[in-house]
């Protein structure tokens, strides 16, 4: 079952925006990683490169519920002010993704409701290890959702992860 667009989702196979927000983020940071150091970190030496873009007006749409209220209907959410930083080495990279804007629901029957939105994605990874966090808030008259990821992986191989959605309605 989806619920608000998938921000929060009930059952195993159901995905989260958050983590396909989160994902489509962090390979596109790869890539410019792997554009940015390879291209301009120049062979022998660290050099040291850093990328910073601002974007706005960039729309994710998705069909889910209502957790609070159970209608179903269009969450649409607009980045009114994004930014993404990189910095890239021959030791490796960091980055850093932030969005927020306005978050409307709009049932299928009935009236659309806004609210405000917020998302933050950070990664570094070095010769050894990687790791990723982000959180998502979205607060709509009275759903309110939170979610923290986070995913490690070790210089031996271990991987750790966790995913904490909590939803809040009044």
Do not use: Y
């Amino acid at each position: 079952m989806k619920i608000l667009g998938h921000v929060l989702a009930i059952g195993a196979s159901a995905g989260l925006p958050i983590r396909r927000f989160v994902t489509a983020v962090g390979l596109a940071l790869a890539i410019s990683v792997l554009a940015a150091g390879t291209a301009l970190a120049g062979p022998g030496g660290a050099g040291t490169v850093s990328v910073t873009n601002h974007f706005h007006g960039v729309i994710d749409q998705e069909s889910g519920v209502n957790p609070c209220t159970g209608q179903s209907g269009v969450l649409t959410l607009i980045a009114t002010n994004a930014v993404e930083h990189i910095t890239t080495n021959a030791n490796g990279f960091w980055a850093t993704f932030t969005a927020e804007g306005v978050a409307t629901f709009a049932p299928d029957n009935g009236s659309p409701i806004s609210g405000h939105f917020a998302v933050w994605d950070g990664e570094n990874g070095n010769l050894q290890n990687q790791t990723a966090t982000g959180t998502f808030n979205v607060h709509i008259d009275g759903v309110t959702v939170h979610e923290t990821i986070h995913m490690s992986l070790s210089a031996s191989g271990i991987s750790t992860s966790f995913d904490k959605p909590v939803l809040s309605c009044r």
